[in-house]
């Protein structure tokens, strides 16, 4: 019984994002991950810094590859689904789903997708930007999964959304990132950036693909 609420409640939220997805390209979810998940996956985070496995993001496919702060602070892990730990494993079935159910409902014709860890260090942004490349447009979707616990409006690091209007003028929404927070948008379409935050800043974040991952990042 519990286990048909719970299967009910991710069922509204796949829903949700299906739907503001089609109406306005861009969909927020609170609570798409429970507060003890969002707690697992920060204790995962933890240990691949501890192992030292964060590298500096860069801009651009690996052969274009250029690491400018100003335009980019963070630092990112990549899952690697073989390897991935429990809470991880857990996330990453929970976005198959996700995946699947945006098939059946908006013939995106999705076929794969990859994630990272990321962390913003206090100070750092990500300057406006589109997340698909000129050279690899196979992402279709952004995700972002926020982690951060008892973050509150004082800390910053907003996400911003710059969504087109059919004038040719732009509307800016501005997102908290607070634990359980999930964020996805077009990522053709809607140009967006990171502003910065006076703490440390984590999340997980991803794309879903139009064609099967083949590690393109490496
Ligand atoms: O962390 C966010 O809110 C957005 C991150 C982002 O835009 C990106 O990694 O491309
Ligand atoms: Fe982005």
Not at 167 to 186: H, Q
Not at 188 to 201: K, M, Q, S, Y
Request: hydrophobic content about 35%.
């Amino acid at each position: 019984m519990i286990e048909e609420i719970e299967d009910d409640k991710l069922l509204q939220k796949f829903e949700q994002i299906a739907d503001r997805l089609s109406d306005k390209g861009y969909a927020i979810v609170d609570n798409f991950l429970e507060p003890e998940e969002v707690h697992n996956l920060l204790e995962v985070l933890q240990h691949h810094q501890e192992q030292g496995t964060f590298k500096k993001a860069g801009i651009g496919t690996a052969d274009q590859f250029t690491v400018d702060k100003q335009v980019r602070g963070d630092f990112i892990r990549w899952i690697e689904p073989s390897e991935a730990l429990p809470p991880t494993q857990i996330f990453l079935d929970r976005m198959n789903e996700v995946m699947r159910y945006i098939n059946r409902t908006c013939f995106l014709g999705l076929k794969d997708f990859e994630f990272h860890f990321t962390v913003y260090p206090p100070g750092t942004v990500y300057q406006r930007h589109l997340d698909q490349f000129q050279t690899n447009d196979h992402r279709r979707l952004s995700f972002i999964c926020y982690l951060n616990e008892d973050w509150k409006p004082e800390n910053g690091g907003n996400l911003r959304l710059y969504l087109p209007n059919e004038d040719g003028t732009e509307e800016e929404v501005d997102i908290l990132p607070i634990a359980g927070r999930l964020a996805c948008f077009r990522a053709d379409l809607i140009p967006h950036e990171v502003l910065a935050a006076n703490r440390h800043r984590y999340s997980l974040t991803g794309w879903m693909l139009d064609q099967l991952n083949e590690l393109t990042f490496l």
